[in-house]
């Protein structure tokens, strides 16, 4: 839980300054600290990509689970949502601002692979790189999303705490039977989104990493099956 109480602070202290520094904040500055997020994100995302021994099995639930999260539409739904708060929100008595920033930053600082895999990591290893990583990155994003949408932003530090925090001690639940195994491969599945991520904050291209959320699920199956598997055939 360290790691994830570390990152509900980089969230607050990045509200702080980024509603100190609200006038300050150019276009160019923003694009700096994209720029600078976004390569981090490939260069991590990379690393843990490359901690996979089932090539194969990452190839399959990329592809698969791209499939089936493009059907689902998991990403178009997850912003349907953000919009029908925003709907009702805007409705509310003068608080508008403050239910902006409060929901967006939920959204980005908890939906996604790196909060999964970062979680997941850290409860059921104890390794907590990934969410120290995500804790810098949450932490400048406040800094952007607070210059625009105020102290809202730094409230999204609970839903952190709550649902960050969760899936951490689930892992550590169940840490006992999780296999080497998996933790490779759900790192280099997670890695994989990752590294979707810096490709859209560095503008390189546009993709829908929600869609491809599947995957972590898709290569658990995987390798829970590996020892069938592997005795048919030989696994890259």
Do not use: W
């Not at 949502?81 to 925003?86: C, F, H, K």
Request: include cysteine; aromatic fraction near 8%; charge should be neutral.
């Amino acid at each position: 839980m360290i790691a994830t109480i570390i990152n509900a602070a980089a969230v607050i202290l990045g509200t702080v300054v980024g509603g100190l520094f609200k006038a300050r904040i150019t276009e160019s500055l923003k694009t700096v600290v994209y720029t600078g997020i976004g390569v981090v994100s490939l260069i991590l995302g990379i690393s843990m990509a490359l901690e996979t021994t089932r090539v194969l099995y990452l190839a399959l639930a990329l592809t698969v689970g791209g499939v089936v999260g493009t059907a689902l539409k998991i990403e178009d739904g997850i912003l349907r949502i953000g919009v029908l708060l925003r709907e009702r929100f805007a409705r509310g008595d003068g608080h508008t601002e403050f239910a902006y920033g409060f929901l967006n930053a939920s959204v980005l600082f908890c939906v996604g692979a790196m909060t999964i895999v970062g979680a997941f990591r850290a409860g059921a290893e104890g390794n907590y790189e990934l969410i120290l990583t995500k804790s810098v990155m949450d932490g400048f994003m406040a800094i952007m999303l607070a210059s625009v949408l105020g102290v809202g932003v730094g409230f999204s530090a609970i839903t952190i705490l709550v649902y960050q925090g969760g899936l951490t001690m689930l892992a550590a639940f169940f840490a006992p039977v999780v296999s080497p195994l998996v933790i490779t491969e759900i790192t280099g599945s997670g890695g994989a989104l990752v590294i979707m991520i810096g490709l859209n904050l560095l503008g390189l291209k546009k993709v829908k990493t929600a869609d491809f959320l599947p995957a972590l699920v898709i290569v658990l199956g995987f390798v829970l099956l590996d020892p069938v598997i592997s005795g048919i055939m030989p696994v890259l």
